[in-house]
């Protein structure tokens, strides 16, 4: 499990915004707009097909670390509890790996595209769930911040009522906990009236 943590860590590290921002626009992304190297900036500074192919590649390097674990903890004697704790933990490696990653001076995204990759392996059924409001509350509200840390405390919640409050199921409480971390200044920016939208059916 170590090895995939480490392997999990190096994968969230690859920084897709930022190859894609400085190889196809000759510009970094994070030197543009909130600074972050996630799809949202993507898409504000280069267009939504900039920034859906960032979240595509988010996406996949948040489901190929926890997905190739749990295709090869099938084959062992591991109880189902244990494999799912694991697989927790190399979502969150990878997580912090695109948060902080060691390819992109550990200035990255926020996360969230990453980890719901992670989540739509391990609770596939939450996760679509959670993504089905998402966009609802983005179309609603036009707030990217809002509607992943609802999203993410709706999807966590439904494990954890899923699983009775188990001990195991306290582990993916870390998935709304580290977006919250990673959007704390998009809260403030909420609380005071002043945070940027993104119109998600708006041409540009």
Do not use: C
């Not at 912090?96 to 719901?116: D, E, S, Y």
């Amino acid at each position: 499990m170590f090895l995939f943590i480490a392997v999990g860590y190096l994968i969230g590290s690859i920084p897709f915004a930022v190859l894609i921002s400085k190889y196809k626009f000759g510009k970094d992304v994070r030197n543009m707009g909130s600074g972050n190297a996630g799809a949202t900036n993507m898409a504000r500074n280069f267009g939504k097909k900039a920034g859906l192919l960032t979240l595509i590649l988010d996406v996949a390097k948040g489901a190929i670390p926890t997905a190739a674990y749990i295709t090869i903890a099938a084959s062992h004697s591991q109880t189902t509890a244990l494999n799912e704790m694991s697989a927790f933990t190399i979502a969150y490696a990878t997580g912090l790996g695109h948060i902080f990653p060691v390819f992109g001076g550990f200035k990255g995204g926020k996360g969230v595209a990453t980890l719901l990759g992670s989540m739509l392996v391990v609770h596939p059924q939450f996760a679509l769930i959670g993504l089905l409001f998402f966009v609802v509350i983005l179309w609603l509200s036009s707030y990217v911040s809002l509607a992943s840390i609802i999203s993410a405390l709706l999807f966590s919640g439904l494990v954890a009522w899923q699983q009775s409050f188990s001990l195991a199921s306290l582990l993916v409480w870390g998935f709304p906990i580290l977006l919250i971390y990673t959007h704390r200044s998009n809260i403030v920016r909420l609380v005071q009236g002043n945070e940027n939208k993104t119109h998600l059916f708006k041409k540009k």
